[in-house]
């Protein structure tokens, strides 16, 4: 009896811990929506975000674990992301003269990549998404640190997925220069942006909107496009994850997330081992896909600032050892913790995801019927 009254009890804390995100999703789906929107391909679209939303926390609250439904929502988000911004990038075919080297071609990419994300307030302008996007990131930097790249990056999903592919790692050691390339591809990305302030230089070496723009022959910036967008991310997205075992796109490629594993000293958070609990078995070390746990170097308690807090370690310790922590190093009231920080978690990737979920599903169905 006592059972069925606990039971009950955690299923009324669930829902009505759940309700505030629930409210968030609807409003975020349902703000300025499109009137023509309102038939079964819409309801449809609006209802597949909310159901993978609510599954995905209502998986973690009664379960506990967080990595398997992490990663189904990030994978399923990755996947639509991509879909959705190919189909942007087709449909702007064209659309951009030949003798474009005006600037209006950085602003058209960056405007594909935002169409396609459809945050809220869309209409107002491509620096206005500008803002709104760093605020959120800010905000996510803050309150999840390097979270946002388990939970809330629109790629990480794909990275994840093929870094869990079979089980031997045909790549075993990478050398740690290599994780500086995100601060080169940093100073890059800077010099390319300082480099549009003369557009003509911007656009001869690096523009990516060149093969939406329908200039006959394969220009320099045409194939440098196709390189980088195409082989470059099939290589770094999903052979090298699936070499290695790890997110290599995540760890030594991007930018954003080396600027977010600064933000996990920001952040409250951490990923702790406690000592007392710990065999020392070093499994959490190996499945690591972070390069977060070091085998050679286990005395410290505390997962590096490269942690995505993906929940992978602690979901597969069975010392129950590892967990989020707030005092750095004990594991006491880690469902609580856990909680608090997952929540946030999905929060955020819900404001910037749900809508750019909706949106693809409603062009994919009415792509095919
Ligand atoms: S898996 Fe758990 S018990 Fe094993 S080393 Fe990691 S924290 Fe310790
Ligand atoms: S230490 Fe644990 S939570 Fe952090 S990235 Fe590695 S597996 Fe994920």
Not at 36 to 65: D, E, N, Q, R
Not at 175 to 183: G, H, L, M, R, S
Not at 191 to 212: E, R, W, Y
Not at 272 to 301: G, M, Q, R, V
Request: charged share 15%; net charge positive.
């Amino acid at each position: 009896m006592k059972n069925v009254f606990s039971n009950t009890k955690k299923i009324l804390m669930g829902i009505i811990i759940g309700l505030p995100l629930l409210a968030v999703v609807f409003f975020i789906l349902t703000l300025n929506m499109n009137p023509s929107h309102l038939g079964f391909k819409g309801l449809f679209s609006i209802a597949i975000p909310i159901i993978i939303f609510m599954s995905v926390y209502f998986f973690i609250f009664f379960t506990g674990k967080v990595d398997k439904p992490r990663w189904f929502l990030t994978f399923i988000v990755g996947i639509l992301f991509i879909s959705g911004f190919f189909i942007n990038f087709l449909k702007n075919s064209g659309s951009l003269d030949a003798d474009c080297a005006e600037g209006r071609n950085v602003t058209h990419f960056i405007s594909i990549f935002f169409d396609t994300l459809s945050v809220p307030g869309g209409g107002n302008g491509i620096y206005y998404l500008l803002i709104l996007f760093l605020i959120i990131a800010f905000g996510a930097a803050l309150a999840v640190g390097r979270g946002w790249c388990s939970f809330i990056c629109p790629l990480a999903g794909i990275d994840d997925c093929f870094s869990r592919l079979g089980k031997k790692a045909w790549i075993k050691n990478i050398p740690t220069k290599w994780f500086n390339v995100p601060y080169a591809i940093l100073l890059v990305c800077a010099l390319i942006f300082a480099g549009n302030i003369t557009p003509s230089t911007q656009c001869t070496l690096s523009c990516p909107s060149k093969t939406a723009a329908s200039i006959t022959g394969l220009t320099y910036a045409a194939i440098s496009t196709i390189l980088i967008l195409g082989v470059g991310l099939l290589i770094l997205l999903l052979i090298l994850p699936f070499m290695t075992k790890k997110r290599v796109f995540c760890n030594l490629v991007c930018p954003i997330g080396k600027l977010f594993s600064l933000a996990n000293k920001l952040n409250v958070f951490s990923v702790a081992i406690d000592p007392e609990k710990c065999k020392n078995c070093k499994k959490c070390a190996s499945l690591c896909p972070n390069f977060a746990l070091d085998k050679s170097d286990f005395t410290k308690s505390l997962a590096g600032y490269s942690c995505t807090r993906c929940g992978r370690c602690m979901d597969r310790c069975t010392s129950k050892a590892i967990s989020y922590s707030l005092d750095k190093g004990s594991s006491k009231n880690s469902n609580l913790i856990k909680l608090f920080y997952v929540y946030p978690c999905i929060l955020f990737a819900a404001v910037l995801t749900s809508r750019m979920m909706a949106n693809t599903l409603y062009t994919l169905l009415d792509l095919v019927f």
